[in-house]
T-cell receptor
């Protein structure tokens, strides 16, 4: 029973911003929103996480709606190396992965 | 960021043998580690939660006698696939949570590809 809903796939042009949506309408008050990505045959890589406020780090920005029922991961300048499966996860302890969004960055 | 080392990265074994996979947190202590399994073209599936000094907690449908987990120290957890069969062939991934970390994020190992002949 998935807690998040993500589009199965999306394409993005190299150098442009990639906006990845995630719906988590049943999120509870103590659950964080995490984003990870997985490049083929590797372990997941942490990107960013947040509770209520928007967050930014060297990899991405995370925008969380005020009601916390959805969020958007923003990769500001996508490169070919950003091609991966991106997972949005809500959790207060252990992380359960859904199907994720397969992002393909095209030159 | 924190580093989780997983070894071996790939292993091929004969049916009926046992295989041990190690997961180490290199620069932090991890009271809790998690083990996942991933089949081709599928997402990661949580197998069990490994707690230092106590028994692991297994997810529904995961055989605890088949997948033995030991978390004897704050930096090492091991997963042993006992009497492996071809259907156990999969990508196994561990992750660790830094003890006492406020933000609760997990760091993942690079995974172990197990092929059982």
């Amino acid at each position: 029973d998935a807690k998040t809903t993500q589009p199965p796939s999306m394409d993005c042009a190299e150098g442009r911003a990639a906006n990845l949506p995630c719906n988590h309408s049943t999120i509870s008050g103590n659950e964080y929103v995490y984003w990870y990505r997985q490049i083929h045959s590797q372990g997941p890589q942490y990107i960013i996480h947040g509770l209520k406020n928007n967050e930014t780090n060297e990899m991405a920005s995370l925008i969380i709606t005020e009601d916390r029922k959805s969020s958007t991961l923003i990769l500001p300048h996508a490169t070919l190396r950003d091609t991966a499966v991106y997972y949005c996860i809500v959790s207060d302890y252990k992380l359960s992965f859904g199907a994720g969004t397969t992002v393909t960055v095209r030159a | 960021g924190a580093v989780v080392s997983q070894h071996p990265s790939w292993v091929i074994c004969k049916s009926g043998t046992s295989v041990k996979i190690e997961c180490r947190s290199l620069d932090f202590q991890a009271t809790t580690m998690f083990w996942y399994r991933q089949f081709p073209k599928q997402s990661l599936m949580l197998m069990a939660t490994s707690n230092e000094g106590s028994k692991a907690t297994y997810e529904q449908g995961v055989e605890k006698d088949k997948f033995l987990i030991n978390h004897a120290s704050l930096t090492l957890s091991t997963l042993t696939v006992t009497s492996a069969h071809p259907e156990d062939s999969s990508f196994y991934i561990c992750s660790a949570r830094q003890t006492g970390a406020e933000d609760e994020k997990l760091f993942f190992g690079s995974g172990t590809q197990l092929s059982v002949l």
